[in-house]
């Protein structure tokens, strides 16, 4: 008998925000995530949840997700009290959280570590405490619970016991924590002040933005909101179950705001400061959604915008919901898609915009929704403005492209056609005929890996060639590149997308790293040194396209790049400085933890304490 082929989505159910709000059809839903082979716990390719209890010090059953049972009714019903539930939550975001920066990038994301680490690992029930986190030794998310306040609970019962692991909002963000730190590895040294608040903001991006996809919630609260989605709701509210737990008596955070460009001088706390990113985020959403549903106000409204009183007709909302869907989807392809544009070290927030800006115009030159011009606009409001631009057009946002670099050709040359084959085989969608599935496939390595990572694992692995040719090629171009000597390969990927129009982009993505040697080992930094580099996009062709660097002084420099980069030192140590003035702790620390300060202050554990 001829095998039926294998599915290549699984529906699985989850609290789209979190239990708070009871288990009706918007509280609860059914996504879909990729249909890959699972051990019990859930156990996949690239993640692997461990349901050990650190408090009760005990293994809770492992869930099978492949079981008949399960499978027929879409995963388990949600529930508070089941930790298979639990487990179950935790991969499932975290799956469909992977799955829209693999989208958005042109590649599939590896969350292997080395020969220690074979997939990211998800804790549910890793420890009590009102905390989150994502920890780098570990290669793990750790995820706490709590009791909830007994003054003033919220919506929870005092003292009534609040997991972490069940909130869509928390869940994604740790998990977005642990992709940034495998695309952009120094995104976790304080370097100044907008850098762990970009990693932050991000993160409460992307976790925000996805509430857009659950259909059912989405309906409801433009019903609610009759259309305006700038009232608080659901949809742009951040862990609400937990910031009520802990008698804060609202959510974690928001996407709302009211603009104050003198803001962005006094913020510091990173979580504080990235809700400045995400709000200008979000007002470029708010924009073009507005835009986006002009015509269908018009239409039921005869022409006059002013809704009538009573309930919005289903067939309105239901429209109303696509286009905010569609239009969300878009931001965080955005968002994410930025990523390749920007520099390897040292982020401030006037980079990402430039990088969403430069990203986007490459995959969609005539932005017909008008998108980018309004991210522009949201940033330009709350005084967000990079270094060394003239204005905020557009033209001048936009990364300058690379001219007058030699191509990347010789012993790379060769090797291209194999990497684009590699990264093509692993971001193809698996077969769904069981006769191809059932072969023997060689193990692919992923670049996401660092060098020394990629090295030590015994698999087919052509990227040591790959990564000489183009140290090779970079040494004879130090000048062009903006670097002091032969970098370090930090990263590089074959990508491939498609725009709106349907043309297939394809490129390279690599990221260039070099050190300060003599900031290494100096206690004045704290154990983060100074770094420089620079990414390359790379057409398939050869031909360098940008070089978006952060270049370390020198007279390799051009005289303003120079001054530039003498500034960026400068601000590092002035950073440095005022954390230490900030820090009551720094007078009575050993030399020896004086000299990892800065360091220690990478932690996300300490970061999320309380918020």
């Known amino acids: 008998m001829q095998e039926l082929p294998r599915p290549t989505a699984r529906p699985l159910q989850i609290f789209p925000t ?80 992977l799955a829209n920066f693999d989208r958005a990038l042109g590649r599939r994301i590896s969350m292997r570590r080395g020969k220690r680490f074979d997939r990211l690992r998800l804790f549910p029930h890793a420890f ?39 909130s869509h909002d928390i869940i994604a963000h740790e998990m977005t ?45 433009i019903q609610r909101g009759r259309g305006d989605l700038r009232k608080p709701t659901l949809l742009v509210e951040l862990a609400r179950q937990f910031g009520f737990a802990t008698g804060s008596g609202k959510a974690l955070r928001s996407a709302l705001d009211k603009p104050d460009r003198k803001l962005l001088d006094s913020v510091v706390e990173p979580h504080a400061r990235g809700s400045i990113l995400v709000a200008a985020v979000f007002d470029g959403f708010f924009a073009t959604y507005q835009s986006r549903i002009s015509d269908l106000i018009r239409i039921a409204t005869g022409g006059t915008g002013e809704l009538p009183p009573g309930d919005l007709a289903p067939d309105l909302v239901n429209r109303i919901a696509t286009e905010a869907a569609k239009t969300a989807q878009r931001q965080l392809d955005m968002c994410i898609r930025a990523f390749d544009y920007l520099p390897p070290v040292d982020i401030t927030f006037g980079d990402y915009l430039r990088a969403i800006v430069t990203a986007d115009f490459e995959l969609n030159p005539d932005d017909e929704w008008g998108q980018r011009a309004a991210l522009i606009e949201g940033f330009r409001q709350r005084g967000i403005y990079p270094a060394g631009v003239g204005s905020l057009a557009e033209d001048t946002l936009r990364w300058q492209a690379a001219l007058a670099i030699p191509p990347i ?59 000489e040719a183009l140290v090779t090629w970079a040494t004879g171009n130090l000048h062009a590149l903006q670097l002091t000597g032969p970098p370090n390969v930090a990263s590089l990927n074959a990508v491939f997308r498609t725009a709106p129009s349907g043309a297939l982009l394809i490129e390279l993505v690599a990221q260039l790293v070099e050190t300060d040697s003599a900031t290494e080992n100096d206690p004045r930094y704290g154990g983060v040194p100074v770094r420089g580099g620079s990414t390359i996009i790379v057409g398939v062709d050869g031909i360098v396209r940008y070089v978006i660097s952060k270049p370390l002084p020198g007279p ?27 820090d009551p702790m720094t007078p009575y620390l050993c030399p020896g933890q004086y000299s990892t300060r800065m360091k220690a202050r990478m932690s996300l554990r300490a970061l999320h304490e309380g918020h």
């Open 18 to 97: 979190d239990p708070t709000r009871g288990y009706s059809a918007a509280r609860t839903a059914t996504i879909l995530v990729e249909n890959e082979i699972l051990e019990t716990g859930p156990v996949g390719a690239r993640l692997e949840v461990i349901d050990y209890d650190g408090h009760a010090k005990v293994f809770y059953d492992r869930v099978n997700l492949d079981d008949p049972a399960i499978l027929m009714h879409g995963g388990l019903t949600p529930s508070e009290s089941d930790p298979r539930f639990h487990q179950q939550m935790v991969y499932a975001v975290a799956s469909r959280t």
């Open 556 to 582: 390799h420099l051009p005289p303003e790049d120079e001054v530039r980069a003498v500034d960026r030192v400068e601000r590092q140590e002035r950073f440095i400085d005022a954390l230490d003035d900030r």
């Open 177 to 221: 924590h642990a992709i940034v730190d495998r695309l952009r590895r120094y995104f976790l040294e304080p370097t100044n002040v907008d850098v762990l608040a970009f990693h932050e903001g991000f993160a409460d991006i992307v976790a925000l933005l996805q509430h857009f996809s659950f259909r059912d919630l989405l309906a409801e609260e």
């Open 409 to 467: 050709r010789d012993s790379f040359t060769h090797l291209l056609p194999q990497l684009l084959q590699m990264e093509a085989q692993r971001f193809t969608k698996l077969s769904t005929d069981p006769r191809v599935t059932k072969l023997e496939t060689r193990e692919i390595i992923s670049v996401e890996e660092s060098v020394d990572e990629a090295d030590e694992v015994g698999a087919y692995n052509p990227w040591k060639d790959m990564r």
């Open 128 to 166: 009590r405490g009102k905390n989150a986190f994502y920890d780098r030794d570990r290669h793990g998310l750790l995820f706490g619970y709590f009791d909830a306040d007994d003054d003033d609970p919220g919506a929870n019962i005092p003292k009534q016991t609040v997991f972490t692991c069940l």
